[in-house]
């Protein structure tokens, strides 16, 4: 456990010593913000209001207490602040300022295909402890896969499964969208063609996060699954070919739906790639589908094209593809930002297929996650 060993002054901070010889600086502001009575106990909102004090407050006394918790008296509002050291530790922001950053994301290619058990979670699992939805979301966040096996085949039994995560997110598909083959279909998942690698829904400013396949039937010929980590296409090509990178992430592109059913037209710019505040990747924007005709400037046309083109060349290499065939009672989850889902061809007159498609946003999975971890 760390301790306060010593405090010092400064024109805008204080400066914490600590016990292991760590230093800390901690702004004024930034205290008076933070003080621990700040904030409603069950709203967990800040009460205090940073604008009923002037940018020149500062601890007019400073000490560490007999139970060792820095205690500040303030030059302004008449108020005293009481800090845990425990929590001003962890909290301290000139400590994570100098850690390196860990991406929380396992890149993967093609090698998945021979150890594709190590994604796979049984129903049972998930629905029956808390470490088993732990590991489900797990999967989810780091590796942006996971196949659930043994689940029910009844229609929209899905909904008890995904809530144990949360609620879903509604479209104008519904929940579940019904993955059948029908006549004159408004999205191309609807009929029985191949589907190339592709997101769903990149013409939405906030595409789904999270997509969920679930298997109810799966007898006609064809209609095998394929995924792709395009996080780690990506990788590969920050690390071969940066020409192609840069443009993938600074170009944004363009989307669009406007199918028959829909009395709205759709339409979205886009990089293909964008990263976080670390420089880690955040969001794939691809769809050869729903690309829109692009507008860039004539002057880079040309260029975007090309990578436009060696991008979806890589999203469909064998080096980085797996494949495999849903059974029912499978449900293939996935980060619907991350990873490019595909499938092949099929033959309805050999027999029927029918899949239940299901959305939840991306700040449920990695919020349950960071709840549960806890
Ligand atoms: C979809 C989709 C894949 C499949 O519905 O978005 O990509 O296997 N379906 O039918
Ligand atoms: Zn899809």
Known sequence: MSSISKIEKNSSYLKIIWN??????????????????AHD????????????????????????????????????????????SKWLRDNCYTIKNKKEYVSPYELWDNSLQNNLDSVKINCKEIMDS?????????LLHHKGIAIIENAPVE???????????????????????????????????????????????PWFENPPGYQFLHCLINSATGGDSSAVDAFAVADYLKKNEKDVFDILVSVPLKFRDKDYTQEAVRSVYGTAISLTKDGDYNDIRYSIATLDALDCHPDIMEKVYKAHHRFGNLLHDKKFQ?????????????????????????????GKRHLQGYYIDRDEIIGRLNYLKN
């Open 41 to 84: 106990k069950d709203s967990r909102h800040r009460m205090f209001n940073i604008l009923s004090v002037s940018t020149k407050i500062n601890p007019k006394k400073y000490s560490v207490n007999k139970d060792g918790k820095l205690e500040i008296e303030w030059s302004e509002g008449n108020h005293i602040s009481l800090y845990d």
């Open 130 to 138: 808390d470490e088993g939805l732990i590991k489900w979301l797990k």
């Open 322 to 350: 797996i494949n495999f065939r849903l059974k029912p009672g499978d449900i293939f989850c996935f980060n619907n930002r991350r990873l490019l889902h595909g499938r092949t061809e099929f033959d309805p007159a050999s």
């Open 155 to 201: 229609d929209k039994s899905g909904f008890k499964i995904l809530n144990r995560i949360s609620h879903t997110r509604e479209t104008f598909f519904k929940t579940p969208f019904e993955v059948i083959n029908i006549p004159k279909p408004n999205n191309s998942a609807y009929s029985a063609h191949a589907l190339r690698n592709h997101m769903d829904l």
């Open 20 to 37: 292991d010889g760590e230093e800390s600086k901690f702004n004024f502001m930034w205290l008076r913000d933070n003080c621990p009575t």
